[in-house]
């Protein structure tokens, strides 16, 4: 079964960078977009972009572009997001998905505070 | 972008009862439409994909409709398992956009 293994909760100062990052099984990893979901506590959901694990195209929502950079590993089936110049305002749990959405990682908390 | 408009916010029913959240596309999506349901601390689940295909697992009381650019969830009989946050989608054109979510209660 699909299944998307997602790194755990990270504490990050302003103005850091961070690397979550899901480890996908179950599926062919190479074959299907990787996308990236943020939800601010208690807001909606905020596609962030998509990764093809076959040949490292990304697409990217503008609102991320220079926020987010989008990368896979095929040799370990592994998606990687790396979020930088960190601000409260990107404090949220991020999720991977694919399968057009649907199935998804639990989710992974990243909180920015000094 | 494409907006996609949500309502209600909230809606508190009862069980047994008939419950329909809607979703409006700022244009035309064909049936690029999904429908999630989210617990909290949970990830997304699947519920609606095409617009009107129920996801594998799915109760039956969970179904999809459109009629030309508004979409509809609706739950035949409300059950003690069903609320939470409900979200559309739209998987038509990047960027990728999702309604704010109706938070469903128990009356």
């Known amino acids: 079964q699909v299944q998307l293994q997602q790194s755990g909760a990270e504490l990050v100062k302003p103005g850091s960078s961070v690397k979550i990052s899901c480890k996908a099984s179950?599926?062919?990893?190479?074959?299907?977009?990787m996308h990236w979901i943020k939800q601010q506590p208690g807001n909606g959901l905020e596609w962030i972009g998509w990764?093809?694990?076959?040949?490292?195209?990304?697409k990217y929502n503008q609102k991320f572009n220079g926020k987010a950079t989008l990368t896979a590993d095929k040799s370990s089936s592994t998606a990687y997001m790396q979020l930088s110049s960190l601000t409260s305002e990107d404090s949220a749990v991020y999720f991977c998905?694919?399968?057009?959405?649907?199935?998804w990682g639990q989710g992974t908390l990243v909180t920015v505070s000094s | 972008d494409i907006q996609m408009t949500q309502s209600p916010a909230s809606l508190s029913a009862s069980l047994e009862e008939i419950v329909t959240i809607t979703c409006q596309a700022s244009?035309?999506?064909?049936?690029?439409l999904a429908w999630y349901q989210q617990k909290p601390g949970k990830s997304p689940q699947l519920l609606i994909y095409?617009?009107?295909s129920l996801a594998d697992g799915v109760p039956s009381r969970f179904s999809g409709s459109r009629s030309g650019t508004q979409y509809s969830l609706k739950i035949s009989r409300l059950q003690v398992e069903d609320p939470g946050i409900y979200y559309c989608?739209?998987?038509?054109?990047?960027?990728?956009?999702f309604g704010a979510g109706t938070k469903l209660e128990l009356k």
């Open positions: 998905a694919i399968g057009k959405f649907a199935y």
């Open positions: 179950g599926y062919t990893f190479t074959s299907y977009d």
């Open positions: 990764i093809y694990p076959g040949n490292g195209n990304t």
């Open positions: 244009q035309d999506i064909g049936n690029w």
């Open positions: 095409g617009a009107t």
């Open positions: 989608l739209q998987g038509y054109s990047a960027p990728y956009t």
